[in-house]
């Protein structure tokens, strides 16, 4: 097959990959979900070193978000600790785990700067599951360890998405301070 059909081919399927919307997760403009006023934050939590935070901090500042001391920031975001549930789901004949489901959750408060609540309490959630092989605990572990990461991942997207829409939907509620 000639190179300039290869070329074609590859061409035309990059052009249908665009033209239907395909991104790959993490992408894109999503740094105009926040207007601008919204893009000056800062965080309040119990555990500022936790992997938690720290997603949650790099998923912000990914999308434009200049963290700042409370005292300076248009908005403040509380955050409580995140909370890890396990439960078992189904057990095998033996009468272990054959099957766990996952839940991560945390809540957050939005506040402005004179600290009235603009995003009142709200608990972001992810839930999973997992097929669990009694015989290979080692193995066992190190998933639930890294489904932990996923999941807080997905935990930081999560507020990120609700406090973006909130944003988005409410930026004339509350008029830039500056």
Known sequence: MPHYVLRLVLLLCVAALAGCGFSLRGTGDSATL?????KSMALVTGNPNSEFSRELVSRFASNGVVWVDQGEA?????????RFRQ????????????????????????????????????????????????????GKAEEIRLLQQEMRAELARQIMR?????????SGATPDPT
């Not at 248009?74 to 995140?82: C, D, F, H, I, V």
Request: charged share 25%; no cysteine.
């Open 34 to 38: 926040l207007p601008e006023d919204w």
């Open 74 to 82: 248009n908005y403040t975001l509380w955050l409580g600790p995140e």
């Open 87 to 138: 439960r078992n789901l189904s057990l095998n004949s033996e009468a272990r785990a054959a099957e766990f489901e996952l839940t991560m959750s945390a809540e957050f408060v939005v506040r402005d700067r004179e600290r009235a609540e603009v995003m009142s309490s709200t608990t972001a959630s992810v839930v999973k599951q997992m097929e669990n092989d009694p015989r290979n605990v080692v």
């Open 162 to 170: 609700r406090v973006g829409f909130y944003a988005a939907t409410h």
